[in-house]
């Protein structure tokens, strides 16, 4: 099964750029990997998702090495209001044969002014 | 698009009541949703995958009589929590995965419903 190791929490100031890295040495080749932010008592929202090398959108940047065990998430220049919790995933093949999403423990990004 | 809602978003029910929460994926098809529990500053923990048209499967340690689940469209789930205890109360958030999606890992997930048992 693949497991995702985060940080447990990071500290950052606004306006700084946040790098938030995940392993997943157990990922399988066709596994996507996929970043989650979660606010307290809400959902939580998709931030990117990539497969390989270099995912940006207007939000994030996803950085996936070649070997593919570990992925990095970028957020540039923080606010306040990125506060939250970060999930990093990977699939899990499920006892049906279909896929499931498991969610690690999460990274707690404290963003201070 | 891509939008999941769920109902009720807080519920607070007696000892004992059964409780049903309902998702719904608002603008697509939805095979396939997840049903996942979260106490407070914990990571979501996978109560069980819906299948449309078939039972659910259900996560080790999770008892199916208690929760039962329901995927009876391409577009709703229920999650039924019965004879609810205080132990039961907890944050329950679902997600849906498009049919029509590439990639399984793209799910959609609700806003939650906070469930009090007194």
């Known amino acids: 099964l693949a497991k995702t190791t985060q940080p447990i929490s990071m500290d950052s100031y606004e306006g700084q750029e946040v790098n938030i890295t995940c392993s997943h040495n157990n990922i399988a080749t066709n596994d996507y990997i996929t970043w989650y932010q979660q606010f307290p008592s809400q959902g939580p929202r998709f931030i990117i998702q990539?497969?390989?090398t270099k995912v940006t959108n207007e939000v994030a940047s996803l950085f996936i090495p070649a070997d593919r065990k570990s992925s990095t998430l970028s957020l540039p220049r923080v606010s306040l209001s990125d506060t939250a919790v970060y999930y990093c995933l990977v699939g899990v093949s499920g006892n049906t044969g279909g896929f499931k999403t498991i969610f690690g423990a999460g990274t707690r990004l404290f963003v201070k002014a | 698009g891509a939008v999941v809602s769920q109902h009720p978003s807080r519920v607070i029910c007696k000892s004992g009541t059964s409780v049903k929460i309902e998702c719904r994926s608002l603008d697509f098809q939805a095979t396939t949703m997840f049903w996942y529990r979260q106490f407070p500053k914990q990571s979501l923990m996978l109560m069980a995958t819906?299948?449309?048209?078939?039972?659910?499967?259900?996560e080790q340690g999770v008892e199916k009589d208690k929760f039962l689940i329901n995927h009876a469209s391409l577009t709703l789930s229920t999650l039924t929590v019965t004879s609810a205890h205080p132990e039961d109360s907890s944050f329950y958030i679902c997600?849906?995965?498009?049919?029509?999606?590439?990639?399984?890992?793209?799910?959609?997930f609700g806003p939650g419903t906070r469930l009090t048992v007194l």
């Open positions: 990539g497969y390989k």
């Open positions: 997600s849906a995965r498009d049919r029509w999606s590439g990639s399984y890992n793209e799910q959609f």
């Open positions: 819906s299948n449309e048209g078939s039972k659910a499967t259900y």
